[in-house]
Each structure stands twice: as structure tokens, then as C-alpha cells.
Antibody, heavy 117, light 110 residues
Framework: QVQLVQSGAEVKKPGASVKLSCKTS????????MHWVRQAPGQGLEWMGI????????TYAQELQGRDTVTTDTSTSTVYMELNNLRSEDTAFYYC??????????WGQGTLVTVSS | NFMLTQPHSVSESPGKTVTISCTRS????????VQWYQQRPGSSPITVIY?????PSGVPDRFSGSIDRSSNSASLTISGLKSEDEADYYC?????????FGGGTKLTVL
């Protein structure tokens, strides 16, 4: 069955970077898009970006001001999301989600990133 | 840029039917697919409706989705409510370059 397994929780200081992973299995990696979505404590869902694993084309949310980068490793069927210049407001759960295009169908278990001095 | 507006909360009794609306502020609701996600406390979201009205395998047919061009909105309907349906529900759509989530609706099953 389809599985999206995300990396473990992270604690970072303001200004640092974090790189999260989402290891996939159970389907053809390059035939589905992958999104990253985050959720601050007690808040709603916020879209961060999308990657097409076939070719690597990406689109990002303007609100992140170019601080995030999504990449893939097709040899391990893994998607990565790096977020730079972390701020306290980046404290959130981060989810990867498999999609036909913009319609997300399967979600990872989430990774908690805490940004604190 | 468009927004998706949902009611903050809805409540209904077990066995009843509830409908959650999602109104698109600009651009036609029919131009891009609408998805609905369920999120129980402490859990990651799961998809209950994709492409306006499609159910992923494993989602009971008590869940249905629709769009209404006249009101430029989408709806999620849950029939035969069960206590396990109590959760936050988010609608989601997109335009050419970005995805947008509604603010979420808290469903309470009384």
C-alpha cells in the first residue's frame, strides 16, 4: 500500500535551516506530484509548495518569500523540503502529501518543527 | 488571489445529515477541482473527497461532495453521522500557480 513516512521532530534556533524528508513506497514515484503543507499549533492548513518528481519542476507559495526548497531523490523515492532562515512563526507540523496534481490524496504522518532560542 | 470561506463550526446529532459549505471569493468554483480533508485531533489530515466528488478507497459513501456554480461554492455532505466523524474539515482548491485551503470547519457530533 502507499506509504509516506516523514522524518522525526526537529528543534532549531532562529536563523537556522531545517531539511525534512518524506520517504515514499507502494507506488510509482515519478507519476504523482508531491506537496508540502504546514500547520501551526491550533491553526489551519497552509500550502507551501509542489514538486513534480518527473523532472523536478517546482512551484512555491509566495508567502514563504523564497525560503523553502523542495527536491527529490528518485533513487530512494524520497522528497525533501528545506526551509531557511527559520523564525518562531515557522513552528508547525509539516506534512508531505501525494497528489494527482493539486488534489492531494495521501498524507504523511507529519513532522513537528519547533523554532526556539 | 482567491479565498475559500467555510463556517467556523457546525454541529448535528448522530444519525443526522450535515452539510459544510466552502465559498470561493473570485474565479469560478468549477474551474479547478475542490478537495475536502478530515483532520481528527492529534492526527494528520486524510482525504475524504477529491476532484469535487470522488471518494478515495476506504472512505464510506456517507461522505459526498458537490459544487454549485450559482453560489460559487462547494459542499461536503456527511449522512448518518457517527461520533467518529467529529473532526475539523478543510476544503481546498487551486488556481494556475497556488493552492488555497479554507479556514476549516469544526464538526461536533452532539
Amino acid at each position: 500500500q502507499v506509504q509516506l513516512v516523514q522524518s522525526g521532530a526537529e528543534v532549531k534556533k532562529p536563523g537556522a535551516s531545517v531539511k525534512l524528508s518524506c520517504k515514499t513506497s507502494g507506488y510509482s514515484f515519478t507519476t504523482f506530484y508531491m506537496h508540502w503543507v504546514r500547520q501551526a499549533p491550533g491553526q489551519g492548513l497552509e500550502w507551501m509548495g509542489i514538486i513534480n518528481p518527473s523532472g523536478g519542476a517546482t512551484t512555491y507559495a509566495q508567502e514563504l518569500q523564497g525560503r523553502d526548497t523542495v527536491t527529490t531523490d528518485t533513487s530512494t523515492s524520497t522528497v525533501y523540503m528545506e526551509l531557511n532562515n527559520l523564525r518562531s512563526e515557522d513552528t508547525a507540523f509539516y506534512y508531505c502529501a501525494r497528489a494527482y496534481y493539486y488534489d492531494m490524496i495521501d498524507w504523511g504522518q507529519g513532522t513537528l518543527v519547533t523554532v526556539s532560542s | 488571489n482567491f479565498m475559500l470561506t467555510q463556517p467556523h463550526s457546525v454541529s448535528e446529532s448522530p444519525g443526522k445529515t450535515v452539510t459544510i459549505s466552502c465559498t470561493r471569493s473570485s474565479g469560478s468554483i468549477a474551474n479547478n477541482y475542490v478537495q475536502w480533508y478530515q483532520q481528527r485531533p492529534g492526527s494528520s489530515p486524510i482525504t475524504v473527497i477529491y476532484e469535487d466528488n470522488q471518494r478515495p478507497s476506504g472512505v464510506p459513501d456517507r461522505f459526498s461532495g458537490s459544487i454549485d456554480r450559482s453560489s460559487n461554492s462547494a459542499s461536503l455532505t456527511i449522512s448518518g453521522l457517527k461520533s467518529e466523524d467529529e473532526a475539523d474539515y478543510y476544503c481546498h482548491s487551486y488556481d494556475s500557480r497556488r493552492a488555497v485551503f479554507g479556514g476549516g470547519t469544526k464538526l461536533t457530533v452532539l
